[in-house]
């Protein structure tokens, strides 16, 4: 298991945003892997604080990690750095604050990350489910392979910007970095475009891909396929795809994290005598029901806690409860010997100022001749 966040950047748990930027920046310093290039344990380190503060910088993050640990943020998506690569290209502007500037790359750009909405049945979140979904994204070329050059060419370094992507402007006591307007940025010119591209590098292609989804995802929850994003026209790894779903409800089942609700109703002499109920559960996808026990003198709002019933949670870690609530029925509408009986228990309870049945016409009659 990883050790505490908290504990790894060395705050306490109600530390404030600052304090923990604060504490990363001294940790990152200390670890950098540019500090410290024969020391394998150092880049370990700082890995590890990296992962710390992702967590720990993003409210949300946080209030899962607080209430969860470390399951709570992978719940949403949230997952460790694989590499030193990663951590500077998310965290690369947060970098240019601790150390005056950026830090040099250790190889080509990641290719861009690519999101992809998927809508799942209830009981698909419930029980896991595996999807093939239609991705559109771009490929590399295959004439030019990415140079976006003719076949036979290469791209030439920008005279103006000499290659950088970027020039100087002055302006009075000012220098402004501008993008270079002859390469747009890219650092290199191409004179022969390619016919098949157009000097893209890249072309739009469809692809069918498997999304695996465990069992217990909640709606928008996100998953990583990772490598499965646009590929990099530096010679980099291809970006990751990011599927967010999106989990249509069940009119049956309330759901709070692993745990389910549902509200059955019971009868007046039910909820008086006891007797069983039939409720739905998640067996089956959903589809399968079961009677469980209503205990005499059950009241509107108790309710029964099937203990292990509820959605898988994420890691494997066991199943939340199904609690079922009643909701006690009294009826609006009774037959003459109905209200007759209910008088004659509510008589025999002793319980006062409970109106009477009403009588027929016939009976009021005789009742008035009578007095």
Do not use: W
Request: glycine content about 14%.
């Amino acid at each position: 298991m990883p050790r505490d966040y908290y504990e790894v950047l060395g705050v306490g748990r109600d530390a404030g945003a600052g304090d923990i930027k604060k504490a990363y920046r001294r940790l990152a310093m200390e670890y950098h892997p540019d500090r410290n290039p024969d020391d394998p344990s150092a880049e370990e380190k700082f890995k590890e604080a990296s992962n710390a503060y992702k967590v720990l910088a993003d409210p949300q993050a946080r209030q899962r990690y607080d209430q969860f640990g470390h399951e709570g943020p992978r719940g949403q998506g949230f997952e460790g750095f694989r590499g030193v690569d990663d951590i500077f290209s998310t965290f690369g502007d947060l970098f240019g604050d601790f150390f005056g500037g950026g830090r040099r790359r250790r190889g080509p750009a990641r290719g861009a990350d690519l999101r992809l909405d998927l809508e799942l049945s209830f009981a698909e979140a419930v029980h896991g489910t595996s999807k093939e979904v239609d991705v559109n994204h771009r490929e590399l070329c295959a004439s030019c392979e990415g140079s976006g050059a003719k076949p036979g060419t290469k791209p030439t370094s920008c005279p103006t910007c000499e290659g950088r992507g970027q020039v100087l402007h002055s302006q009075g006591f000012f220098v402004i970095q501008t993008t270079c307007p002859a390469c747009k940025g890219q650092g290199s010119i191409i004179s022969e475009r390619c016919e098949e591209c157009g000097g893209d590098g890249t072309l739009e292609s469809d692809s069918k891909l498997t999304v695996n989804v465990p069992a217990g995802v909640d709606d928008g929850q996100t998953l990583r396929l990772a490598g499965k994003g646009e590929p990099s026209l530096e010679g980099g790894p291809h970006g990751h795809l990011y599927v967010v779903l999106h989990v249509q409800p069940d009119e049956r089942f309330q759901r709070d994290g692993a745990d389910i609700l549902t509200e059955v109703d019971v009868g007046f002499a039910k909820a008086a005598l006891g007797g069983t109920v039939t409720i739905p559960t998640l067996d089956d996808d959903c589809e399968a029901t079961e009677e469980i026990e209503v205990e005499a003198g059950v009241q509107p709002g108790d309710y029964t806690v099937r203990r292990g019933k509820g959605i898988p949670r994420l890691q494997g870690r066991g199943n939340g409860d199904h609690v079922v609530r009643y909701r006690v029925e009294v009826p609006k509408k009774m037959s003459r010997r109905a209200r007759e009986l209910v008088a004659e228990l509510a008589e025999e309870l002793g319980e006062e100022g409970v109106n009477e049945p009403k009588r027929g016409l016939f009976g009021a009659r005789k009742k008035k001749t009578a007095q």
